[in-house]
């Protein structure tokens, strides 16, 4: 009669979590919720920035609960008395039938060249999507770009959740409800196996194509200028969002050498350790020439974002003009078609428009242009630090320091 017990036995028995049906329950208005939530909004601790009303990050609620009518949210789990603290998002549950690679499985066996043709083939296959479960929602007239955005970012952090989800010893007493979600944690670690690092990317990287393959004005695109545009996006958007998911789970406090990664994984980026497999490079660590792109990442942009304390439609907005700002005279302007540059032009008027709203009607904040400078800072500080991954990469090719495809450069080869 034990429910633990009966859900134990349904993992042992071959269960798959991946299609437990979500509780059915009458519609009605939810009842107050009055426990503190467990959630990526945790991270509200810390020194408030002043500001003339109310810190944007505080006023800010989910376009999830917005403007669309998911399935009722589950009830906030009991906080876990553990030593080792556990934090997880809790979110609505946006389907999706776009399958992702899995994380955990094989993680000690090192990549082939077939096996790195094949991601690029997935990657493909996401990005020539020609409908998206998206596009049947419904979305404010007043800023449907960033809505749509915010939605398929949901949509990429669900994924996450079930991509490095791992039921192990530490993860086998949660809370009923999160073991079913498959919802991820974060811990601390002190190492990273760098064949685990070049897995996370790609599994990041699929997830990262099916997210703006919700835009509908990028679906339409011809397949040359998709790759083209996700080629210099995708590093990008996730070296941005790794600042701003750190501050959003680990909160506000400068100077703060920790860093979030997708998988839940928190490292100090000045005290990590890197295993090197030996099917991935002969060379130890002390002897690598590089290092990955967190340490300039957590010095130059941990933080602005951090002062900022922007919202998740500000990251959006970001997001969008990472995507679609293609400057005239870049190489990537010379190999897209005009018809896509035209289009890249007023998607980029479109998110101004809307950020406007944004500011002016729903946060009640007249004088924004500070705001919007520190967000066109972080921009520019996100490709510095591509810049630097650019830098690594021509490195580690130069010596032949890595025997496989770390950076997963060559699938835009």
């Avoid at 800023?143 to 955005?149: E, G, S």
Wanted: charged share 25%.
């Amino acid at each position: 009669m034990c429910r633990s017990c009966r859900l134990k036995k349904c993992y042992r028995v071959g269960m798959n979590p991946n299609v437990v049906q979500s509780p059915r329950v009458p519609t009605q208005a939810p009842a107050p919720r009055s426990q503190r939530r467990v959630s990526s909004e945790s991270s509200d601790k810390g020194p408030t920035k002043k500001v003339d009303t109310m810190s944007l990050r505080s006023r800010h609620q989910s376009v999830n609960d917005t403007y669309i009518n998911p399935i009722p949210p589950p009830p906030t789990s009991v906080p876990l008395h553990i030593e080792q603290p556990l934090i997880t998002y809790e979110t609505h549950e946006v389907t999706s039938t776009t399958p992702h690679f899995e994380y955990w499985s094989d993680a000690h066996s090192p990549t082939s060249s077939s096996e790195t043709a094949d991601a690029k083939n997935v990657v493909i296959n996401i990005l020539m999507k020609k409908d998206d479960t998206l596009a049947f929602s419904h979305f404010p007239s007043a800023r449907p770009t960033l809505t749509r955005l915010g939605l398929a970012y949901r949509r990429l952090i669900e994924k996450r959740d079930e991509a490095y989800f791992k039921l192990d010893e530490t993860t086998e007493f949660l809370d009923e409800y999160l073991v079913l979600a498959r919802k991820r944690t974060y811990r601390h670690v002190h190492t990273i196996n760098l064949w685990n690092w070049m897995k996370m990317n790609r599994c990041e990287m699929e997830m990262i194509a099916d997210m703006i393959t919700a835009d509908d004005c990028y679906r339409t695109l011809p397949t040359h200028d998709k790759m083209i545009i996700f080629k210099h996006f995708w590093i990008n958007f996730l070296i941005m969002e790794r600042a701003f998911e750190t501050y959003r789970v680990l909160g506000t406090e400068l100077n703060d050498t920790k860093m979030v990664m997708c998988s839940g994984e928190i490292i100090d980026v000045e005290h990590i350790r890197y295993e090197v497999p030996p099917e991935m490079s002969d060379l130890s660590e002390k002897k690598m020439i590089c290092r990955p792109w967190t340490t300039f990442c957590n010095k130059t942009m941990m933080n602005p974002m951090k002062l900022l304390e922007p919202s998740e439609v500000e990251l959006m907005y970001v997001t969008g003009l990472m995507l679609w700002s293609i400057p005239d005279d870049s190489e990537e302007a010379a190999q897209l078609s005009p018809d896509t540059l035209h289009l890249a032009k007023e998607m980029s008027q479109r998110l101004h428009d809307e950020l406007f709203h944004y500011y002016k009607y729903e946060c009640k904040i007249d004088n924004f242009v500070s705001r919007v400078s520190e967000l066109m800072k972080l921009i520019s500080l996100t490709e510095k630090a591509v810049a630097v991954r650019d830098d690594d990469i021509m490195l580690t090719k130069m010596f032949n320091v890595f025997k496989l495809d770390l950076f997963m450069a060559e699938l835009f080869q």
